[in-house]
């Protein structure tokens, strides 16, 4: 069976290349990067290229820039020290957030009395951004705003410019969870005033297990793994090299090809839209996903107009790979945060949220593929339907 990969928000096939470089790396260049000899020195020369690519192509200095293990590690990093170092005693977030935003802000409440305020989105998922002017003037206490940039369920975007202003303007820390949107668009940091961000490399055809944070340089954060001097000692540990190498590859590739790929990701996306519009009756779109200009290409967040539970493992029975929400949240029974925050209870219990996400390689005929096997599940419960309704 040929199988169909459209799970590329939970994670993306790693490329050729990448493999390539990372192999060359673990055989040739395995110094140790603090060792001061000829093999040390290699390595770490790799590793401050990487850094400087990813500076380049952020507009910010190499130095704001710490290598980490993962997306996951980037944030708790930066949540948990603007807390434990920085004074923090009130963070203003969203209930959209990953978990490992959400989970570290709650864990910051419970131990350390953190107050947490919450934008409430509306249906479409946007957040009100005068309430959220509103909630930075009610208080005086040190503030630290966390909001993601491209939500990894249904794609809606934020300005990160504008609420990075307000923030500036009303003297609270910004930081967004840019882990979905990173080497998927142009991000220059020198125009927004934002002060933390976050990457993982297996988002863009890149090694798990390899991501990094942005601090800005006068925010005075510290790392929360002591040790070594490793990355101005803000993350003690000897560096992964090739993991470091695979995402600076990963990086490279998606940014020279950026134009073509979004393009032909924008082009499947319509076209499973469109698809889905025409052959399954009352299907709809869950917040900004359907909207291109107000979502991310690689996302697109669908409702269906029937309850089955079991839709992804159907789906994987045909050798098609799907997630109904996050990674995180799929395998649950419970539907997750995002859907509980856009859906009523009467659409929860009538409807299922599949997330159909698109990488440079998802072909039209695959989505044909989806969409026919969409169609027979649908055709099967409308006919349950009608035969309940006649009896
Ligand atoms: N933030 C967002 C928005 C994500 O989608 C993910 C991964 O699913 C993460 C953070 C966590 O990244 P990692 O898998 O590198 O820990």
Not at 1 to 30: C, F, G, H, Q, W
Not at 134 to 156: C, F, P, R, W, Y
Not at 222 to 233: D, L, M, V
């Amino acid at each position: 069976m040929n199988r169909i990969y459209l799970d590329n928000a939970a994670t993306t096939p790693i490329s050729a290349e990448v493999i390539d470089a990372m192999v060359d790396v673990l055989k040739i260049n395995y110094g140790n990067p603090s060792s001061t000899h000829s093999f040390g020195q290699e390595a770490k020369i790799l590793i401050e290229n990487v850094r400087r690519q990813i500076a380049d192509y952020l507009h910010v200095s190499p130095a704001e820039i710490t290598f980490t293990s993962c997306g996951t590690e980037s944030n708790n990093m930066i949540i948990k020290s603007c807390v434990n170092h920085l004074g923090i005693q009130r963070i203003i977030t969203s209930p959209m957030e990953h978990k490992c935003v959400a989970e570290t802000v709650m864990d910051m409440k419970k131990r350390h009395g953190v107050e947490v305020v919450y934008l409430r989105p509306d249906h479409n998922g946007d957040l009100d951004w005068q309430k959220l002017e509103e909630v930075l003037q009610s208080s005086d206490k040190k503030t630290l705003v966390t909001l993601m940039h491209a939500n990894n369920e249904i794609g809606n975007l934020i300005d990160l410019k504008k609420v990075g202003q307000i923030c500036h303007d009303h003297k609270a820390l910004f930081h967004s969870d840019t882990v979905q949107s990173m080497a998927h668009m142009n991000l220059d940091l020198s125009e927004i005033p934002i002060d933390f961000a976050s990457c993982s490399a297996h988002k863009f055809h890149g090694p798990k297990g390899s991501g990094f944070a942005f601090i800005r340089k006068a925010s005075g954060l510290k790392g929360i793994i002591t040790g070594g001097p490793q990355e101005r000692t803000l993350r003690a540990g000897t560096e992964n090299v090739a993991g470091i190498v695979g995402l600076g590859k990963a990086l490279e590739i998606s940014l020279k090809n950026m134009e073509a790929y979004s393009k032909h990701m924008q082009e499947i996306k319509e076209y499973t839209k469109n698809q889905l519009l025409e052959k399954i009756e009352g299907v709809k779109f869950n917040g900004r996903s359907a909207e291109a200009d107000q979502s991310l290409y690689t996302v697109l967040s669908v409702l269906l107009p029937f309850k089955d539970p079991l839709i992804g493992l159907k789906l994987d029975m045909k050798g098609i790979a799907i997630s109904q929400g996050s990674a995180c949240s799929s395998g649950a029974t419970k539907p997750s945060m995002v859907m509980m925050v856009l859906l009523e209870e009467e659409e929860m219990n009538t409807t299922t949220p599949l997330r159909v996400s698109f990488s440079h390689l998802t072909t039209k005929e695959e989505i044909d593929v989806l969409i026919s096997a969409l169609s027979e599940v649908a055709a099967q419960f409308s006919i349950e339907k009608t035969n309940i309704e006649h009896r």
